[in-house]
């Protein structure tokens, strides 16, 4: 319900505490509940206040680029999709055993 759409921190609280106001009381039980936070005697203007007290705390996302030390190196890539593509053949073998198993129980 509350994801992240490119606004600014700032911006995306405001309009969080916004949405959550207009939130019926089950949607703030669920809303609560998805985050672990006990909603049981709670009042709907107790379980707002939480809600956006719970919003306001989330962690900023930060990205960071792959260093290139992590990155895979051509060589890692190709082995890489070597392996995908020879465990492709044992997996549509096991596919089509596990259907014809299952064609034989009926």
């Not at 949405?19 to 107790?46: C, F, G, M, P």
């Not at 705390?57 to 082995?79: C, D, G, I, K």
Request: charged share 30%.
């Amino acid at each position: 319900m509350f994801a992240s759409d490119g606004v600014t921190s700032c911006c995306r609280c405001a309009n969080a505490q916004r949405r959550t106001i207009e939130l019926s009381a089950d949607e703030l039980w669920d809303e609560l509940a998805r985050r672990y936070i006990e909603a049981k005697a709670l009042s709907k203007v107790e379980m707002q206040k939480a809600l956006i007290n719970a919003l306001s705390q989330v962690a900023p996302v930060v990205t960071q680029q792959v260093s290139p030390r992590t990155a895979l190196s051509l060589q890692q890539q190709l082995e890489s999709e070597v392996m995908k593509l020879s465990m492709q053949p044992e997996a549509l073998e096991k596919k089509a055993r596990i259907e014809a198993e299952a064609l034989e129980k009926k």
